[in-house]
């Protein structure tokens, strides 16, 4: 064969959350992408997108099109160590986006897909739970 032109799609491996009925909803409200794909099961849905690097700017900043809402889930207190200072412009300027800083997922909960999540705020120690999609 001849070409200019190699790519090497070795797969990648998603850091996943530490839940007990986590594989349950994969595929069914959990999601390690932000294409098109996921965008039109999130449609007029409210998002959790989880992470503070710039993959899950990205994301927030796309799924915010098509989404109701997009919550950007982060663990520690901002963006600013692990993100692009242009993506924060960006998500800082979007009515469609909430950053949750001290956030994590808790627990997820439904039957066939995901129904719910209960967000736990690691710095003043209280949760809530909220009907959300979750795409990450």
């Not at 994969?26 to 503070?52: P, S």
């Not at 909430?98 to 209960?118: F, K, P, Q, S, Y």
């Amino acid at each position: 064969m001849r070409g200019r032109t190699v790519i090497i799609a070795a797969g990648s491996r998603y850091r996943r959350l530490d839940l007990p009925n986590l594989a349950q909803f994969e595929g069914v409200g959990v999601y390690y992408g932000a294409t098109h794909l996921e965008a039109t099961v999130c449609r007029d849905e409210e998002i959790a997108v989880v992470g503070g690097g710039n993959s899950a700017g990205q994301a927030a900043v796309f799924l915010s099109g098509t989404g109701k809402h997009v919550y950007l889930l982060v663990r520690g207190p901002c963006l600013a160590k692990t993100m692009s200072r242009y993506l924060i412009s960006r998500i800082e300027a979007n009515q469609q986006i909430t950053l949750m800083a001290w956030t994590t997922i808790e627990a997820l909960e439904g039957d066939t897909h995901l129904e719910r999540v209960i967000l736990h705020n690691t710095k003043t120690g209280t949760s809530e739970t909220r009907e959300i999609s979750t795409c990450s």
